[in-house]
């Protein structure tokens, strides 16, 4: 079973502090995880990855943990700025498939001024 | 423009009727992707293209969808007698490499059938 999950469906920052946004997974063989940000009426906007042998992947405001043992992966923004509110997916791509994405349902993020 | 371009932006159908997705990738991106989205849902995998060859269509819901890219790089999602479970954002993305680490989205098609 392969499986990537985004159990909170949205989330509300104060502007300045951090985010946490959290995705867990059922597949201990996905290679790499990706994340993406989604503005309304537009398409997915890659964000940031980290593969599956590292713990850590970070670019400027944006950090991604990785947890292989508790299968569990967290985006941190810090700091929040309104331009972060958005939907956020994770994704690892599917074990037996070479062009496969499996995505999490996303998680709104809103930034409160 | 530089991105993908997906046409129509919205597309009502009645049931029963077909329709065409058009997409325009990023110039000289080999891979080509068509993913479906409903409502409060992640995309899921439609087919894959690498050029002008469909290496896969597993994710292909029925017979009635159909994808093509004839010449390596627009491409159309065509679904024959449409029916309300249809209804969805149809999403394509490209990528310059083989696989689908960074992908560039188009803003989607929006079908609704009626």
């Known amino acids: 079973d392969q499986q990537v999950k985004q159990n909170s469906p949205s989330l509300s920052v104060q502007e300045g502090r951090i985010s946490i946004l959290n995705c867990d997974y059922t597949?201990?063989?996905?290679?790499?995880f990706l994340w993406y940000k989604k503005y309304p009426a537009e398409g997915p906007t890659f964000l940031i990855s980290?593969?599956?042998i590292k713990d850590k992947n970070e670019d400027g405001r944006f950090t991604v943990f990785l947890n292989k043992s508790a299968k569990h992966l967290s985006l941190h923004i810090v700091p929040s700025q309104p331009g972060d509110s958005a939907v956020y997916f994770c994704?690892?791509?599917?074990?037996?498939?070479?062009?496969?994405?499996?995505w999490g349902a996303g998680t709104k993020l809103i930034i409160k001024p | 423009g530089a991105g993908v371009s997906q046409s129509p932006r919205y597309k009502v159908a009645k049931r029963g009727q077909d329709v065409a997705l058009r997409c325009d990738p990023i110039s000289g991106h080999v891979s080509l992707f068509w993913y479906q989205q409903a409502l409060g849902q992640g995309p899921e995998f439609l087919t894959y293209f690498q050029n002008e060859a469909q290496l896969d269509k597993s994710g292909l819901p029925s017979d009635r969808f159909f994808a093509e890219r004839p010449e390596g790089s627009v491409s159309t999602l065509k679904i024959q007698r449409t029916q309300q479970e249809d209804s969805a954002v149809y999403l394509c993305a490209s990528s310059k490499s083989l696989g689908n680490e960074k992908l560039f989205f188009g803003s989607g098609t929006q079908l609704s059938v009626l």
């Open positions: 597949n201990s063989m996905f290679d790499y």
């Open positions: 980290i593969s599956s």
């Open positions: 994704a690892a791509p599917q074990e037996d498939s070479n062009y496969q994405l499996i």
